[in-house]
C-alpha cells in the first residue's frame, strides 16, 4: 500500500480505493528558489517557452528532447502497457533529475523542494488523461516522492488556493505562451520550407538559430514578437536556395507528439526525411489550438440540440451561450490572426492554416467527430484534403506503440481512406522506440514512389512550358516561397517564375 493510499480512512469491510493525495503546493514564496523544468515540444517551442517562462518571472529551464534513454528510463520507471509517448515523455524527466542527482551531485530532497514539473493534462479517453499519474508513480519509484507537477487542468485548483500560488495562471501568462507557441509554429515552418533547397548546407539551421534568439529575447523583455519576426525576416530570406529540385513532399500527421517531437520519439523522422531528399510538411501546434476550439463549439452546438424542446427557455441560459460563442469566436480569431501576423512578419507567405469545419466534414462519413482522443477526427480529415488538395506526395502517419486512438485512426479507418483517395501515397508507421531499421526501410520505399509522382510533375511542368531541363538560365531562387499549383515545389517554382515571366524564351 503506497502512502497515497494510508492517507484514505477504510472502515471494517470496506475496500481501499486507490487514493491520490493532495501534494504539497507551489507557492509564491518559493518562486524565486524554485527550477520550473517543462518541455516535450519541438527545440525551437521549448527554448522560446524558456524565454516567455523567465520574463513571468520563472526560474524555467527546457527540458532536453526525449532521446532513446529517456525511453528506457521511462519503461525502467513505468508501468507496463502504457504508449509510447508516455514512456519518451515520463523517462525524460525522470532521467533529467537522475542526472542532477548523480553527476551534479544534488540530493533526492533537494531536488524535490527545488524542482517542479510543468505539462498539460487532460480528461480525455486514451491515456494522456492518465500521464500525471504516470509522472508521479515514475517519479516515486525512481527516489524522488512528493516531485511537484504542476497541470493546466490543476492549476485552476492552485489558482483557487486563496493567493499564494505559485503558478498564476491568467490571460497574461496564456497569452504570453499562445504568443511564444505561435512564433515556434511560424519559424518551424519557414525552416522546413528553406532548408531542403538551402544551397549551403546548414545555413537554414545556423539563421534559425539567430532568429531563436532575436525572437526568444524579445519574449524575456516583453518586446514585440512581430517586431522580432520582422527583423528575423531578412535573415531568412538572405539564405540561398534552389528550388529547381524536384523533391517528394512529405505531410507528416498521426498523433499529436509522436508527429511534433523531433528526437528519437518519431526516429527523428523529419530529418531522416530530408537526408533522404524529401520535403516536410509539419503540422504546427497552432492547429492543436484551433482544432480545440472547434471541439468546444461542436460541443457546444450538441448541448443545445439536445436540450431543445427538453429544457423551458431562460435569459440567463441564453446568455450563457451568446457568451461562450462569443468567446470561442474570439479564441479561433486571435489565434488565427496572431499567426497570420507572425507570419507576414517573418515572411512565411502563402501559407493556409486548416479550415476546422471543411476537416470535420470531410471525415465525417469515416470518423465520426464526437469521437475524442488523440487527433480525433482531424487526421483523417488530414488525410483526405491532401488527396482532395493535391498538397503532397505521400502522407506519412506517425502512429505510437500502444496508442488508443491510433490504433483505430491509423490501422482501421485510414486504410478505408486510403484505398479510396488514391491521388496521395499513405504510409502509416508505428513508433516503439526500436526497430528504427523497420520503419526507416519502409519509408525509403514510399518516398521511391512519391518520389516518382514528384518528377513525373516537374517534368511535366518543364514540357508545359517548353524547357529542358537542362537550361542554366532558369532561375533556382525567388524571392518568397513559390505558390501552389501542384505537390512537387520544383514545379510550383518554374509556374510561378513562368507567371511572372509570361513566355521565357525555348532555349
Ligand atoms: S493519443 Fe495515443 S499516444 Fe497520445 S496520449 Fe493518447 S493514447 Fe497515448
Keep these: ?146 516531485f511537484r507537477i504542476l497541470q493546466f487542468q490543476n492549476a485552476v485548483d492552485f489558482a483557487q488556493g486563496g493567493g499564494d500560488d505559485g503558478l498564476i495562471l491568467n490571460r497574461r501568462f496564456f497569452f504570453g505562451l499562445i504568443k511564444t507557441v505561435v512564433a515556434g509554429d511560424v519559424l518551424n515552418l519557414l525552416g522546413y520550407r528553406l532548408r531542403p533547397y538551402e544551397r549551403q548546407a546548414g545555413q537554414t539551421d545556423a539563421v534559425l538559430g539567430q532568429c531563436r534568439q532575436v525572437v526568444g529575447q524579445a519574449l524575456l523583455n516583453g518586446q514585440s514578437v512581430t517586431r522580432a519576426l520582422r527583423q528575423c525576416r531578412p535573415l531568412l530570406a538572405a539564405i540561398e536556395v534552389n528550388y529547381l529540385q524536384p523533391k517528394p513532399k512529405v505531410a507528416i500527421i498521426g498523433e499529436f507528439w509522436a508527429m511534433t517531437t523531433e528526437g528519437d520519439g518519431n526516429y527523428r523522422l523529419q530529418r531522416f526525411l530530408e537526408q533522404e531528399g524529401a520535403e516536410c510538411d509539419i503540422q504546427p501546434i497552432t492547429n492543436w489550438g484551433l482544432y480545440t476550439v472547434w471541439v468546444a463549439r461542436h460541443n457546444l452546438d450538441q448541448q443545445i440540440a439536445g436540450q431543445r424542446g427538453r429544457q423551458p427557455f431562460t435569459w440567463r441560459g441564453l446568455w450563457a451561450t451568446v457568451r461562450t460563442r462569443v468567446l470561442l469566436r474570439i479564441a479561433d480569431m486571435a489565434l488565427k490572426t496572431t499567426f497570420y501576423r ?34 480525433g477526427h482531424m487526421e483523417v480529415g488530414k488525410l483526405i484534403e491532401a488527396n482532395e488538395k493535391h498538397k503532397a506526395h505521400l502522407v506519412l502517419s506517425v502512429k505510437p506503440f500502444g496508442c488508443m486512438p491510433s490504433s483505430a485512426v491509423s490501422d482501421g479507418v485510414q486504410s478505408a481512406v ?69 505537390a512537387c515545389t520544383a514545379a510550383n517554382h518554374l509556374y510561378s517564375v513562368m507567371g511572372w515571366r509570361r513566355v521565357l524564351p525555348k532555349g
Design 1 to 146: 500500500m503506497s502512502d497515497n493510499q494510508s492517507a484514505v480512512a477504510v472502515m471494517p469491510g470496506q475496500i481501499a480505493h486507490w487514493y491520490e493525495a493532495p501534494r504539497k503546493p507551489f507557492t509564491y514564496a518559493e518562486r524565486a528558489k524554485t527550477v520550473f523544468l517543462f518541455g516535450g515540444l519541438t527545440q525551437m517551442h521549448d527554448q522560446l517557452i524558456e524565454s516567455v517562462f523567465q520574463h513571468l518571472g520563472y526560474r524555467a529551464r527546457a527540458l532536453p528532447q526525449a532521446d532513446n534513454a529517456a525511453y528506457q528510463t521511462g519503461k525502467e520507471y513505468g508501468n507496463r502497457g502504457q504508449c509510447n509517448p508516455t514512456y519518451f515523455t515520463v523517462g525524460n524527466l525522470v532521467k533529467y533529475l537522475i542526472e542532477l542527482r548523480d553527476r551534479e551531485g544534488l540530493s533526492s530532497e533537494q531536488i524535490v523542494s527545488d524542482y517542479v514539473f510543468f505539462t498539460a493534462g487532460a480528461c480525455g479517453p486514451c491515456r494522456f488523461g492518465m500521464y500525471v499519474t504516470e509522472y508521479r508513480k515514475a517519479l516515486r519509484d525512481a527516489g524522488f516522492d512528493g
Design 342 to 375: 507572425f507570419a507576414r512578419a517573418a515572411g512565411l507567405v502563402r501559407y493556409q492554416l486548416p479550415d476546422m469545419n471543411h476537416l470535420a466534414s470531410i471525415s465525417h462519413a469515416h470518423y465520426r467527430n464526437e469521437l475524442r482522443g488523440g487527433e
Design 418 to 486: 486510403s484505398a479510396r483517395f488514391t491521388q496521395v501515397e499513405f504510409l502509416p508507421i508505428e513508433t516503439s522506440g526500436d526497430s528504427a531499421v523497420n520503419v526507416y526501410s519502409r519509408i525509403q520505399m514510399a518516398l521511391h514512389k512519391a518520389r516518382q509522382r514528384a518528377e513525373s510533375e516537374y517534368r511535366a511542368t518543364l514540357d508545359r512550358f517548353g524547357l529542358a531541363s537542362d537550361r542554366e538560365d532558369l532561375p533556382h531562387a525567388s524571392r518568397q516561397y513559390p505558390a501552389k499549383t501542384v
